[in-house]
Every structure is written in C-alpha cells, then in structure tokens.
C-alpha cells in the first residue's frame, strides 16, 4: 500500500520559513505526480504545489507562486515544499497527495484534484501575524 507521511509544520511568524516534507512508500508506479494540497479552517482545499516523478515538471497555484518551492530526494523517496515569506493566509493544514496520472499536475487537474489516488495525514502550519 502507498503511504504518505506529511511533516514539518508548525507555528511561525510572517515573513517567516518552514519546510514540510512528505515520505512516500509502497509506489508501484514509475510515472505519478505528487504534491501539496491545503485546507483553511472555513475554506475549500487548495491544490498548492505539485512534481511529476517523471521529467519533474510543476505546477504552483498563483498565490504561492515565488514564495513556495516544490522538490523532491529520490534516494529518500521524499518530497519537500519550502515555504518562504509566509503570509497569515497560508495558514492551514496541509496534505500530501499522489496521483497515477501524471498529467493532472497542471493548473487545470491539480485545482480540481483530478486523479488523487492517495492522501497522507495533514499538517498543521500557522503563520501569525
């Protein structure tokens, strides 16, 4: 079974940095694209970042655009979002998904998750103002 394991949250002031990592296990699929989603308290879930395991291409939702940065170890089978200049908006859980269609790593399939087979446990990031 794949899972996704999500950490790196936490609490920290505007302006500031973290970093959230995703460990992924149990893949049986060469060519997948995973990434972030979010979900603020009253809010829909946002499709924030995602990377094709595949030519590495990546999506960003325009509100983290410059300030958010996917990558990925392969020999940790880890997945990172560095998170800088955080805003009090960015404040949410934050999820890890996978999808087996590649393809949906876009700005239209993302958004709409499109595809997500797997989802790992959230975390929590606050960011203060």
């Known amino acids: 079974d794949v899972q996704l394991q999500a950490s790196g949250g936490g609490l920290v002031q505007a302006g500031g940095s973290l970093r959230l990592s995703c460990a992924a296990s149990?893949?049986?699929?060469?060519?997948?694209?995973i990434g972030w989603f979010r979900q603020a308290p009253g809010k829909e879930r946002e499709g924030v970042s995602c990377?094709?395991?595949?030519?590495?291409?990546?999506y960003y939702a325009d509100s983290v655009k410059g300030r958010f940065t996917i990558s990925r170890d392969n020999a940790k089978n880890t997945i990172y979002l560095q998170m800088d200049n955080l805003e009090p908006e960015d404040t949410a859980v934050y999820y890890c998904?996978?999808?087996?269609?590649?393809?949906?790593?876009?700005?239209?399939?993302?958004?709409?998750?499109?595809?997500?087979?797997?989802w790992g446990k959230g975390t929590q990031v606050t960011v203060s103002s």
């Open positions: 149990g893949f049986t699929h060469e060519d997948y694209a």
């Open positions: 998904a996978t999808t087996y269609v590649a393809q949906h790593c876009s700005a239209f399939g993302w958004v709409r998750e499109y595809g997500i087979n797997h």
């Open positions: 990377m094709t395991s595949v030519g590495s291409h990546t």
